[in-house]
């Protein structure tokens, strides 16, 4: 069966100080990967999203970039963090897009 | 005019209660509705996936899509304690949104609590 990993599953940063949140799915090939931001009375917002290694589509121009350097890995990251960072970040994945997604447990970022 | 209205709650109902939970929209294009539960500090997990008008039963939930009026429901019947959570719609059209990805538009969720 197919199992999402997402860490760590609490942050806490200062500001300026660079981000890396890890995502990994198992037991699928060639998934459809998301990063999603989720903000108290703001919803889900999707911030990248993945069909294939290497291939990243942005959505949200901001202080964030990610990677996908392995067919199975979706990377979030930031060189400096803003306090408007903070928020509770969810991966997800779905095998070709055309379904519901499967979220991760999500990684709760203060940004201090 | 935000693409997906769902109203944020909170909704408290006493147990054994059917609870009746709602989202609008106004892209006629939209085809997929799902619903997803989140329960707190974790990530949502999908309940219920349909295609066009209709209903669909599974066990105490029951997903509605009005397309007429573009407006969907889910129900849930014999409320517990262990469904307090909070419940998102999303739906998608059904063609790409370029770059190869079928794209989820999400509602921000209404709080559901049922007080035993």
């Known amino acids: 069966s197919q199992t999402i990993h997402q860490w760590p599953a609490t942050l806490v940063q200062p500001v300026g100080s660079p981000l890396s949140l890890e995502c990994t799915v198992e037991?699928?090939?060639?998934?459809?990967l998301y990063w999603y931001r989720q903000a108290a009375g703001r919803g889900l917002q999707l911030l990248f999203y993945?069909?294939?290694?290497?291939?990243i589509s942005s959505e949200v121009p901001q202080n964030l970039s990610a990677s996908r350097p392995q067919d199975r890995q979706f990377i979030l990251s930031s060189k400096k963090l803003l306090l408007s960072d903070s928020g509770f970040y969810l991966c997800?994945?779905?095998?070709?897009?055309?379904?519901?997604?499967?979220f991760g447990s999500g990684t709760r970022l203060t940004v201090v | 005019q935000k693409e997906v209205e769902q109203d944020p709650g909170p909704l408290s109902v006493p147990e054994g209660a059917i609870v009746s939970l709602n989202c609008t929209y106004s892209?006629?294009?939209?085809?997929?509705f799902m619903w997803y539960r989140q329960y707190s500090r974790k990530g949502p997990e999908l309940l219920m996936y349909?295609?066009?008008?209709g209903n669909k039963e599974d066990g105490r939930f029951t997903a509605q899509v009005d397309k007429s009026s573009k407006y969907i429901s889910l129900f849930i019947r014999d409320s517990q304690p262990s469904d307090s959570a909070t419940y998102l719609c999303a739906m998608r059209s059904s063609g790409y949104s370029g770059a190869g990805s079928y794209q989820l538009t999400f509602g921000k969720g209404t709080k559901l609590s049922v007080i035993p």
């Open positions: 997800a994945w779905s095998p070709t897009g055309a379904e519901g997604y499967t």
């Open positions: 993945s069909v294939g290694i290497g291939q």
């Open positions: 349909t295609y066009s008008s």
């Open positions: 892209n006629s294009a939209f085809q997929y």
């Open positions: 037991g699928t090939s060639n998934p459809n």
